[in-house]
């Protein structure tokens, strides 16, 4: 399995909602990362945040990192319906490989 | 420059019959990585690479997988005698020495879609 657990698997929602998902993972980190997904598509990079780093913002995401818990959250404000896809936290323990979860799918209904 | 590239975007291969991707990463980056990605899952590690050397490889690279960087820019993923189970989006992605972004982040390419009959 994978060491990166994104929550809640699916998450739907309204239009200008905001939304909020959640990851946790096992071991130390050196940074951990978020990506957006769209269907059959690639992943897009949305937020890198550093483990010495507690909250993070780029436009409408907040990213926010909890080393003590080893979790991290993403929030959207605002959603729009281009917001739906699937999220992922990737983190990085080294300069190498990024581990993966299976992701949150998030569906904006408008 | 315009990101991650693969190539091709999607094959359709039969099963025993070998097949070669390729990535070419944002220039500059040092770091290229392999990824293999099926329905309704995440990501999962296969390989990576800095500059031409290949620093790591998953247990899930049998040894039907060979991954190489020649010259430390594009790589070719080859998979030989491929079977059904191999069927997945096949992704790379770079990182490092690149104007857009710090040390760490990785950029993906568009992946390259397998289907094995």
């Known amino acids: 399995s994978q060491q990166g657990e994104e929550d809640p698997q699916a998450l739907s929602i309204q239009e200008g909602e905001n939304a909020t998902m959640n990851c946790s993972y096992k071991t130390s980190i050196n940074n951990l990362q978020w990506y957006r997904q769209n269907s059959g598509r690639g992943l897009v990079h949305l937020i890198l945040i550093r483990s010495n780093e507690r909250e993070k913002h780029s436009g409408r995401l907040r990213v926010t990192l909890d080393t003590s818990k080893k979790s991290s959250s993403l929030l959207i404000t605002a959603s729009r319906a281009a917001d739906t896809a699937s999220y992922f936290c990737?983190?990085?323990?080294?300069?190498?490989?990024?581990?993966f979860g299976d992701g949150t799918t998030l569906t904006v209904k408008p | 420059d315009t990101g991650v590239s693969q190539n091709p975007r999607h094959k359709i291969t039969k099963r025993g019959q070998n097949v070669t991707f390729r990535c070419d990463p944002i220039s500059e980056h040092n770091r290229l990585y392999w990824y293999r990605q099926t329905l309704g899952q995440g990501p999962e590690f296969l390989t990576y690479?800095?500059?031409?050397?290949?620093?790591?490889k998953s247990r899930l690279l049998s040894d039907r997988f060979s991954a190489e960087r020649p010259k430390g820019s594009f790589s070719t993923l080859e998979i030989q005698r491929t079977e059904q189970g191999d069927s997945a989006m096949y992704l790379c992605a770079s990182s490092g020495g690149g104007r857009e972004a710090g040390v760490d982040e990785q950029f993906f390419g568009p992946g390259t879609r397998l289907t094995v009959l």
């Open positions: 990737p983190h990085n323990t080294n300069a190498g490989k990024s581990t």
């Open positions: 690479f800095q500059n031409e050397a290949q620093l790591e």
